[in-house]
């Protein structure tokens, strides 16, 4: 069992920048990805980013690559999603999810955390 809490969402102008806290707790030995999605109303869910935990390697997509930026502090079980130059477009609840095993995808997810850029 994995719990997972979003934080740092909020109300910023286009352009502006925010950073995403999404802390890790129960059995956080074995981790094989964490990840950031996203969901506006009315829209699917979609994929913005993820981390493979033992390389280290981040994957993003099109649409936020270049201004978005996943990390992670160990010591802290929390993963972060930095976002720069930030759109109306990006307006959105934002999940963070954790993948156990490899072969299973995502099976833990946060409440999520409301992001809205204005215009």
């Known amino acids: 069992q994995v719990q997972l809490v979003e934080s740092g969402g909020g109300l910023v102008q286009a352009g502006d920048s925010l950073r995403l806290s999404c802390a890790a707790s129960?059995?956080?030995?074995?981790?094989?990805?964490m990840g950031w999605f996203r969901q506006a109303p009315g829209k699917e869910r979609e994929f913005v980013a993820e981390m493979f935990w033992r390389s280290g390697s981040t994957s993003y997509a099109d649409s936020v690559k270049g201004r978005f930026t996943i990390s992670r502090d160990n010591a802290r079980n929390t993963v972060y999603l930095q976002m720069s130059s930030l759109k109306p477009e990006d307006t959105a609840v934002y999940y963070c999810?954790?993948?156990?095993?490899?072969?299973?995808?995502?099976?833990?997810w946060g409440q999520g955390t409301q992001v809205t850029v204005s215009s």
């Open positions: 999810a954790a993948q156990i095993n490899m072969w299973k995808g995502y099976d833990y």
């Open positions: 129960g059995r956080t030995f074995s981790t094989y990805a």
